[in-house]
T-cell receptor, first 111, second 115 residues
């Protein structure tokens, strides 16, 4: 039962270019969507979120886009930096206490 | 920056043994959570805890699991009789506001290996 899907297990980009990480969901009751970043041997770190009533949220180099009709969201990182290399998790919430995570995408930014 | 601290970082236990995973949430946070990640799989919600009681739990969180806040600072997850399939990374998290959409702060995790 994969309510949140990240279909790309990995992504490799050049430093300075755009990284686009994608996420699809199936549960139309999800009200909030979040992105977390995870380095090895650390816990996930909250990055950015978006409410279902919006279609875009921007925070510095990070922008999240939400397409409700397609049940799709994406995280754009511009410009990508080597320090952005990590696993990125898409997560969703139904306005309750729990998050439903995707399996994650390993982003590698090459110098 | 405030942190969620988890101990131990790695625990090996024999099948059938009880194990207690410990967490110190951020001091002014009121909501506490446990998640786990089996190797190669997604991070899964186990339980949320507020005001000294469970506010929500998943179907994974069966009678073998329990949580406790024994004092003002610690938050523990107990597995009574561990099974091989309990081997996973267990993450504790805390938040100042309860709803998941506000985001939480996660600890670095405890890797539990059941042999």
């Amino acid at each position: 039962d994969q309510q949140v899907k990240q279909n790309s297990p990995s992504l490799s980009v050049q430093e300075g270019r755009i990284s686009i990480l994608n996420c699809d969901y199936t549960n139309s009751m999800f009200d909030y969507f979040l992105w977390y970043k995870k380095y090895p041997a650390e816990g996930p770190t909250f990055l950015i979120s978006i409410s279902s009533i919006k279609d875009k949220n921007e925070d510095g180099r990070f922008t999240v886009f939400l397409n409700k009709s397609a049940k799709h969201l994406s995280l754009h990182i511009v410009p990508s930096q080597p320090g952005d290399s990590a696993v990125y998790f898409c997560a969703a919430s139904e306005v309750d206490y729990k998050l439903t995570f995707g399996k994650g995408t390993l982003l590698t930014v090459n110098p | 920056e405030p942190e969620v601290t988890q101990t131990p970082s790695h625990q090996v236990t024999q099948m059938g043994q009880e194990v207690i995973l410990r967490c110190v949430p951020i001091s002014n946070h009121l909501y506490f959570y446990w998640y786990r990640q089996i190797l190669g799989q997604k991070v899964e919600f186990l339980v949320s805890f507020y005001n000294n009681e469970i506010s929500e739990k998943s179907e994974i969180f069966d009678d073998q699991f329990s949580v406790e806040r024994p004092d003002g600072s610690n938050f523990t997850l107990k597995i009574r009789s561990t099974k091989l399939e309990d081997s996973a990374m267990y993450f504790c998290a805390s938040s100042a506001r309860g709803l998941a959409n506000y985001g939480y702060t996660f600890g670095s995790g405890t890797r539990l290996t059941v042999v």
